[in-house]
């Protein structure tokens, strides 16, 4: 299987900026498209941004202009680039991605276990 493991988030302040990374490994033929979503206590899961393999980007619209999504084809990873963040931007931040583990497999969606992102003052 794919593994994906987040790091980089923690406490930071409202207006403060933060750089998530998640790298794959494992068993990666191909990854596709990937994204960031967050879940905030008591809340679903929200869509927070997705990168095509070809660098095509979508964002949510509570974070468009803040949050910039990029990825290292070469290092298997994908970032999320976060500033002038908000409180309500507090959330366990999750990546995913779209992989095939061989050239014949179907393509499946992995999950990363989350990392933390505190905004309080």
């Known amino acids: 299987q794919v593994q994906l493991v987040e790091s980089g988030g923690g406490l930071v302040q409202p207006g403060g900026s933060l750089r998530l990374s998640c790298a794959a490994s494992?068993?990666?033929?191909?990854?596709?498209?990937m994204e960031w979503r967050r879940q905030a206590p008591g809340k679903q899961r929200e869509l927070v941004a997705t990168?095509?393999?070809?660098?095509?980007?979508n964002y949510a619209d509570s974070v468009k202009g803040r949050f910039t999504i990029s990825r290292d084809n070469t290092k298997n990873t994908v970032y999320l680039q976060m500033s002038s963040l908000k409180p309500e931007d507090t959330a366990v931040y999750y990546c995913?991605?779209?992989?095939?583990?061989?050239?014949?497999?179907?393509?499946?969606?992995?999950w990363g276990q989350g990392t933390q992102v505190t905004v309080s003052s």
């Open positions: 995913s991605s779209l992989a095939a583990t061989t050239a014949t497999s179907v393509v499946r969606r992995f």
């Open positions: 494992g068993s990666i033929f191909s990854l596709y498209t």
């Open positions: 990168i095509t393999s070809g660098g095509t980007t």
